[in-house]
């Protein structure tokens, strides 16, 4: 009997659970519930594999488990890190390579420096609340890697990518290229600066700034001096806080401002003047100029530069003639109004410092009543979120206990606030006590009196002493009892629970199931392998024997008889042996045939049995109708 195929592909773990069938016969599927925090963390950790950049995390036919860890694998090939580990990863691995893969990773995760701990059976069991945190951290850990080395493996590329090859913009860049050279070179030699003078006593120039501007001008240019310098701004800037504190009016401002412009440009062009006068026309390509050129040259503006300087002295000679006691007058009132807005300035500082004292004193108030109100915000959504718990893990077996909870609780709180009442009402009346007390013995005689009252007063405070001490005594023992419930509750698993110890026993039944498959499959393997070697060696045997004898058979007529007579026997041993496994054959297929029918009659009697429990159900519940029915009757 041929022996199933090893190398089948394997039945993966399936999430369902084994068929159950329903009251009809009807096969029906174990409704499971998840873990939602379990989901929610899958989900999770799939979207970051996914934002990391690995994107097969995304295939729905992979399970949560290969898409988990490969993603885990890919983040450690990605950090670049130097270990003697093969972390080869491939679906649909069986139980021993997965649990290989997953000690390797763990093994991996210390040397890698992770801060968090994770074990083999954690990520085996697909527990993503601690899985989430160590792929977290290896994605951070391979964003960081890959832009570390991104900016050189594109360098890297781009570099031996020109050394072979060339984008269509290289190759047209290339071609324009000597092009373009020659005529930057051209335009170049035809507008580079040429020198249309010549100074003769440049080393008796001693500043800089002479003779820069003296270098211009055998160039050509003529700028330079009409920007005024740094220096010179700042005398003018002093110039003007001069004036205002004179008490200058702005016209008078504006007209000092005009004259000192025009003086400043007359000044320019008689420097401009003097240095020209220095120097000697060259030979350039219109002719040859002389010096009386250049001193028309340098007079173009000189009408316009005596008409200014007119224009000036007319100016400053007004300006000198303007009142005198008026400057003084001017200063003094300047003076008066600079006094009088440091004493404004001085009261509005100390008005500025009490708004900031008091403004300081408000933020640390509504700091410390922020603070206060989130404290209660925080004990409020505590309180709301245990309430829902408990609501959560309500159930029709535990209500009566829950609702015996909340009563005992309430009775808590009452309690306690009673207590915080007494211990006020107490302080209270010792308070007021002690006040009397005081009075008393102030007052003189009657002893006799404050005796008796110290009595009652004594008698008092004992029997509330001993009132409160039962109290306490109370509330312990309900405290005690509430605790015990509190236990008890802890101690029976909720459904979330149970769901999840179901699902671990079904993994672990079907990886149990389809190890011990494998083992069969090798095991039939094995015999199948044995028995067809077995059988090839004794084919071997034989016609090694027929080899060698048949030289010797065909030496004579007798010795030829007797070996076809061996050789008829062999055949006919063959035909026995194939009868033989022939015979088994049919006998392993007539039982395969009636475990087949047993089967069908074993589900035949399943069917029967749940329509017999259907009918039964059935009938009890027509029963308690009746039997419902029969009092409202009589």
């Not at 005992?408 to 006020?424: P, S, T």
Request: glycine content about 4%.
């Amino acid at each position: 009997m041929a022996a199933p195929s090893v190398f089948t592909p394997r039945a993966t773990p399936s999430s369902k659970l084994r068929v159950v069938y329903d009251t009809e016969g009807r096969e029906i599927e174990v409704e499971t519930r998840e873990d939602e925090e379990q989901s929610e963390k899958l989900q999770e950790t799939i979207e970051l594999l996914l934002a990391a950049g690995y994107f097969r995390a995304r295939i729905k036919g992979l399970s949560p488990f290969d898409k988990v860890v490969g993603g885990m694998t890919w983040c450690i090939t990605t950090c670049n890190f130097d270990i003697d580990v093969d972390l080869l990863f491939q679906e649909n691995s069986t139980i021993g390579q997965k649990i290989a893969l997953t000690e390797k990773i763990v093994a991996v995760l210390p040397r890698m420096k992770c801060p968090h701990r994770i074990e083999p059976h954690q990520i085996q069991g697909l527990d993503f609340i601690h899985i989430y945190p160590v792929v977290q951290w290896l994605v951070k850990r391979a964003i960081e890697t890959r832009e570390e080395m991104g900016d050189q493996i594109r360098a890297f590329s781009v570099s031996q990518f020109n050394k072979h090859h060339q984008t269509p913009e290289d190759v047209e860049f290339e071609g324009r290229k000597d092009k373009s050279v020659g005529t930057v070179n051209e335009v170049k030699d035809a507008y580079k600066p040429q020198r249309r003078y010549r100074r003769a006593d440049a080393h008796r120039l001693r500043e800089e700034e002479l003779k820069v501007q003296s270098t211009l001008l055998e160039y050509g240019r003529r700028y330079g001096l009409s920007r005024s310098s740094k220096s010179d701004k700042d005398a003018e800037k002093d110039a003007k806080k001069k004036a205002l504190a004179a008490g200058l009016s702005p016209a008078g401002k504006a007209r000092s401002d005009t004259m000192d412009s025009e003086e400043a440009l007359a000044q320019e062009e008689k420097r401009i003047q003097a240095l020209m006068s220095g120097m000697s026309a060259m030979e350039i390509q219109e002719g040859k100029l002389t010096a009386s050129t250049v001193g028309n040259i340098v007079g173009l503006q000189s009408e316009e530069i005596d008409k200014i300087a007119t224009e000036y002295a007319g100016k400053k000679s007004e300006l000198e003639m303007e009142d005198k006691p008026e400057r003084v007058s001017g200063a003094q009132q300047h003076q008066r109004l600079v006094a009088s807005l440091n004493k404004q300035i001085a009261n509005q500082e100390k008005k500025l410092e009490e708004v900031t004292t008091r403004h300081q004193e408000l933020q640390d108030s509504h700091n410390e009543t922020h603070t206060k109100l989130q404290e209660v915000e925080e004990f409020s959504a505590k309180i709301e979120e245990e309430m829902q718990k408990l609501e959560s893990i309500e159930t029709e077996e535990n209500r009566s206990v829950l609702q015996r909870l909340r009563s005992l609780v309430a009775m808590n709180e009452n309690l306690k606030k009673q207590e915080q009442e007494f211990r006020a009402h107490c302080k209270e009346e010792m308070g007021r006590l002690k006040q009397n007390i005081a009075e008393l013995k102030d007052e003189e005689g009657g002893e006799s009196e404050m005796s008796d009252r110290d009595k009652l007063i004594a008698k008092q405070y004992d029997a509330d002493k001993e009132k409160l001490q039962k109290i306490k005594l109370l509330l312990a023992r309900k405290t005690r009892e509430i605790a015990l419930l509190q236990r008890k509750i802890d101690e029976v698993p909720t459904r979330a629970e149970l769901s999840q110890y179901q699902r671990r026993f079904v993994e672990l039944y079907n990886q149990v199931g389809n190890t011990h498959t494998e083992t069969k499959q090798f095991y039939t393997l094995y015999n199948t392998l044995d028995d067809t070697k077995l059988y090839l060696e004794k084919e071997v045997m034989l016609l090694n024997s027929i080899h060698d004898n048949f030289g010797q058979a065909m030496a004579s007529q007798s010795a030829k008889e007797q070996f076809l007579k061996q050789f008829e026997q062999i055949v006919d041993g063959v035909k026995q042996n194939k009868a033989k496994v022939e015979k088994k054959k049919q006998e392993e297929k007539m039982r395969r045939d009636q475990l087949n029918d047993t089967y069908l009659d074993l589900v035949e009697k399943q069917r029967l049995y749940f329509k017999t429990v259907r009918d039964f159900k059935e009938e009890c519940r027509k029963n308690e109708i009746l039997l419902a029915k029969v009092p409202s009757g009589k």
